[in-house]
Structures are given as structure tokens and as C-alpha cells.
């Protein structure tokens, strides 16, 4: 049987650098027949348009086929049905089962008891690996390296499970870190261990200003209001957090601002027309990278 | 006042002493001696100089597994084992705690799938800096062994 794709650490450094090769070969080349005759399961158990249709686009494009529910609502789960059961079910139709939901470490149990392969497209608020490879990708293709590099990331440092993973796969690269976030939103310690572990050299603080000069990724994260007790604070943070077009005067010539999107009010729009903004084109290469994933579960590619 | 509890003497078998008083039945249910038809002597909230007031469990005619060692050293890591053949001590086990646990204690993250569905637990024990933490395979988060509650069974 193929491996499942469920988190970003059951993937090696040459997995990684592998499934980014042929993102680009993909790139090069979206539209082939090589998922023709398979089935693609797409099972969210939350509604995630934008990652649903990202992974659907990637699998018909490719000439597969897709089955599956957009939204718990209308699958079997809300009579109660096992998610052992709906695995069970699907896969007596599926070759590969692409699914989302809300409970952490649901993909990981989905793998276990699942004949085909699974990729998790975000459990709860643990893994969504596809994210990251997409962030890699992006990375890789603007700075034309993943090697030695300096990346500031912003916001959310404590609930962004696209930061951790993120922290968790660079850390093969030899990099740097900065870590902007308010007291309320900072990096939880076992972060911070991680990368005392590794060797990895890192800054925090507490203000945005022009703290990523010597960056060569700007990765923004969304402040959600939810996560602060007391309002008055949210606002102070979101002004604080908000990256504007004149901050980036200083900053250095190949930098690339990225964004795991949607936004809401983290980077004005007037940072839009810079060419270092790079998060649309980053959700575009998440195509790419999502072709490569299904094809590497399926043992189609290396 | 004699205030020790007179326990008879063991001749073979197993004693756990140095249980801290609250962790007791803890122990007792790890152990599943609820349904153990071995001889047991259990003794609780006894003075003791070290921890306040402990418990003792003595188990005759049974040694006591590697695995279960594993599973007392995470819920009660300052006890003692000793092994006993004919009235003396033969082993001071020492309480290593296991490298995995098998559906022993539930995840403390609410949001768990483990929580949620029946799914049995599996926690890996990570060993760092002279602290126990517990890592749940299925949503990855790391716990303190103080933080996690053992599964009723
Ligand atoms: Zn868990």
C-alpha cells in the first residue's frame, strides 16, 4: 500500500524536495491523462471551498474523476455513521480519499484504518500538509532555493498550525527565523524548543515596524478576533499587524510577501500591486503541489 | 500509639510501596486487581516520612510485567517495586516509564478524534530534560503526565 499523507513530518527532506520537483514538472504541464480511470474521494466533513477546489481542479485536470460531500451536512456522518465506517464505505469505490475535519488527529486514525491512501486537507486545527508543500513550493520558486534563507513570520504565531508546520519543515533548510506576534498570539514554547533543538537561530518581537528588513519571506498570518479576550487589545493588535505598502521601502529587493489566505485585514491592498506580493500566485501553485501529492500517494511518481 | 498497619509478611510476589495516598486506586486499576484472583493486601493513607500519607499494594505469587512497571512509573513515578521470593527481596524494580501507552489514559484535548469517536488511545512518552510528557498519535499534542486521566475500565 502507498503511504498517506497526513502530516507534514511523514515526509523526509528528499520527499519534500521530491514532491516540489514534480510540482514544477506539473506546472510545467497541468493538464495530463495520468489519473485516467481513477476515483478521487473528496470527503470534508467542514466546508473548505477553497481547498476543496483546489485539490478537485488538480485531480481532473490529471483526467481523474471525483466523488464525495462538500459539508457533513449532507454525508452519512450526521446519522451517526463512524468515521472508521465512511473510510470503510468510500473506499470500496475510491483509489485515493482526500478528506477534511474538524477533529484533530482524524486524518491520522483515517490512515490507520483505511485500505487506500488518505491525505489530510486539515484536521481541526492540527495538520494540513498540503499547505506547507504549497508554501514550500512558493518559497523555492521565488527564491530559487530553500537553502540558508531568513523568514519573518507575522501574526498568529500561536494558534497557526500553517506557521508550525511550516517552522517544522524548513527546519531541513538551515534558516532563520524572526517571529513577530503580540504577547497574547506568541509562539508556544514547544516551538521555540524545536528550534533550539535544531540549531535554528531566531529573533522575537512584538512590533511589525520594519522588523523584516533583512527577510527574504514575509509570511502574514490572519489575527482572528476570536482568539483575544479583550477587545480593546484585538484592535490595538490589528492596526499594529497591518503590513502597508510604504513598510516595505526599506525591505530587501527579493523579498516575497505570502499568506495562507483568505486575508482579512492583515496586509492592505495597496500591497497588492507591489511585485512582492506573492500570496495569489501562491494559491495558484497550490495546484500544482496538489497534483504532485495525489499522484505520489497513488504511487504514480517517486 | 502503634499507628503502622500490620500487613502479613509476603513470601512471593510483589510489593508497590511509596504510592502517594491519592494515586492508590489509580494504581489498583491499572493493575486490574478487581479482578485479580491473586492474594492482595492494599493499604491506604499511611503515615509516611517521605510523602505525607502513601499507599502500599502487596500482590502474592505475581511479578509484575515490564509493561505494567511502565504504566505505575507514569501515573506514580516516585513509588518503589520490589521483588519478592521467599520473604526477601530479590529485584528493586526501577520505574522506567513505557515508550507507549495503549488506550491507558484519555487525551486531554478535547477536540481529539479519540474524544469523540471509538477510537482507542495511543499515546508515545517522551522522555526530555528529566520530564515525562505524552504525545497523542492522532492529534500530536504533548502533554504533561499531571495533565492526562486514566481511562475507567
Ligand atoms: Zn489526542
Redesign the interface.
Known sequence: MHKSLV?ITDYSKQEILSILESARDFEANPNRKTLDGKVIATLFFEPSTRTRLSFETAVVRLGGSIIGFSDAATSSSVKGE???DTIHMVSCYADAIVMR??????A??AAEVSPVPIVNAG?????HPSQTLLDLYSILKTQGTLENLTICMVGDLKYGRTVHSLIQAMSHFNPTFKFIAPDELRLPE?YRVFCRQKGIPFTESRELNDNFNDADILYMTRVQKERFLDQIEYERVKNVYTLCNDMLAASKSNLKILHPLPRVNEISMDVDKNEKAYYFQQAQNGLYVRQAIVSKVLGLIE | MEKELKVAALRNGTVIDHIPAVKLFQVVSILQLKNSHYPITIGNNLESKHIGTKGIIKIADRILSDDETGKIALIAPNATINIIKEYKVVEKRPLVPADEVHDLVYCANPVCITNHQPVPTNFYVLKEDGQVKLKCRYCEREFLREEIKLKKK
Not at chain 1, 123 to 127: I, R, Y
Open positions: 502530516s463512524t468515521l472508521n475535519h474538524p477533529l484533530e488527529g482524524a491520522r486514525y484536521d481541526g486545527a492540527n495538520q514547544e
